[in-house]
């Protein structure tokens, strides 16, 4: 019963991805052509009008992307391209808090959806991968939780809902997704951010040499190696029996 409500969801958020990406197609080539949208010029002078918005209504905007970013993670989108555009578009500190706030929202809506019709399902899928986990959760929750997002390591989508085998309570859930996430997002913002200061400066397409030589993408680049690494250390360190 509860493979065939999952099928469902799956049958009719592919759906809804369809219609959304026939529907941009649509939008864009009704507009412009193959050749315009694959040119430099096209880039920048689309980034220069998304600037301009920004700067006019930095308030409407930030909050339009919080709801798109919310859409975004129900729909089981990429938490990456997220915070890359959100940096692009924001900057890499507004763009993290906006990014940070549309991710953990997101998720936790789908880790309560997953948790009432679905947590049995959940827990026998990957209780015996996890349940070395339990007791650590239940001596400290929302520390364990706060770990769990911080070290990563799981697909975005899934992570969502594993908390579910352990009872995590909403508010740990939500907290703890939101300083968790927040290193990794500032990392990925400022990479963001970093392409659409280059884009500024060049009327040009910048060389792959100029690009990666700009401290505005070789320091995130860095920042998202060390957090790599660090991730994968701690990680066999967390999930250790």
Not at 93 to 101: D, E
Request: glycine fraction near 6%; aromatic fraction near 16%.
């Amino acid at each position: 019963m509860q493979k065939e409500k999952i099928f469902k969801i799956k049958y009719w958020i592919g759906l809804f991805y369809l219609l959304l990406l026939s529907l941009f197609l649509y939008v864009l080539f009704s507009k412009f052509s193959i050749e315009e949208i694959i040119t430099y010029k096209f880039i920048k002078s689309n980034s220069e009008y998304l600037s301009n918005i920004r700067e006019n209504n930095t308030t409407l905007v930030a909050l339009v992307f919080v709801l798109f970013g919310i859409v975004w993670v129900l729909l089981q989108g990429f938490g990456s391209p997220l915070v890359l555009a959100s940096g692009f578009l924001l900057g890499p500190y507004l763009g993290t808090l906006i990014a940070v706030i549309s991710l953990s929202t997101g998720a936790t809506i789908i880790y309560i959806f997953a948790n009432f019709f679905f947590k049995d399902l959940i827990r026998e899928k990957f209780i015996n991968k996890f349940k070395n986990l339990q007791n650590k959760f239940k001596q400290k929750e929302f520390i364990y939780m706060l770990l769990y997002r911080l070290i990563g390591g799981i697909p975005f989508q899934i992570s969502n809902i594993i908390p579910c085998i352990f009872h995590v309570k909403i508010k740990n859930f939500l907290l703890a997704s939101f300083l968790g996430m927040m290193p990794q997002a500032f990392v990925i913002a400022s990479l963001g951010s970093g392409l659409e200061s280059q884009i500024e400066k060049n009327s040009q397409v910048p060389t792959f040499i100029e690009l990666i030589s700009s401290s505005e993408i070789y320091v995130p680049i860095l920042g998202f190696m060390l957090l790599l690494i660090l991730g994968l250390v701690s990680k066999k360190l967390f999930y250790k029996n």
